[in-house]
């Protein structure tokens, strides 16, 4: 398997133990994901990734912070959280670890997308509890494919 430095493999997460996420072993594989959460401080990034993924048919909302994120995920429950790490505030680490503690965030697919893709910077967000590392500009093939396939690479 060849890993551009720009994604890691998805990683798979433990089954969720609440009913609306809950997720069957291998279902995730072979299902596309619809509830996209992108979460960059960046407003014109964040914007703009939305509506591209709206475009491609996905339900997709977005947030500015990770306070503003956490809220926005408990009301719509997405699939996957899109997540800049380097936020003020509340940065994507520790949005990542207090999403991970919400029963609609327990088994999300979380894709760190950010500037930071040293080997350190990816050490981090795979302890951090993130499947996926996409390093910017964004190769939107990268992240269409996780979002098709979670458990392939990128």
């Not at 069957?24 to 509506?51: P, T, W």
């Amino acid at each position: 398997m060849t890993v551009s430095p720009h994604c890691l493999p998805a990683f798979p997460t433990k089954p969720s133990t609440h009913s609306r996420t809950r997720v069957q072993e291998g279902q995730r594989s072979r299902q596309k994901l619809h509830r996209i959460l992108v979460v960059d401080d960046n407003e014109d990034a964040v914007f703009m990734l939305e509506k591209i993924l709206t475009n491609f048919g996905y339900a997709a909302r977005s947030s500015t912070s990770g306070a503003q994120a956490l809220e926005v995920g408990a009301e719509f429950e997405p699939d996957a959280v899109v997540l800049d790490l380097g936020m003020p505030g509340m940065d994507g680490f520790e949005t990542a670890r207090r999403l991970r503690l919400e029963h609609w965030g327990e088994d999300v697919l979380l894709i760190a997308l950010t500037g930071w893709g040293q080997p350190e910077d990816i050490r981090r967000t795979r302890e951090a509890g993130f499947q996926a590392h996409l390093v910017k500009p964004l190769e939107l093939d990268h992240l269409l494919a996780l979002l098709t396939d979670p458990r392939g690479t990128a």
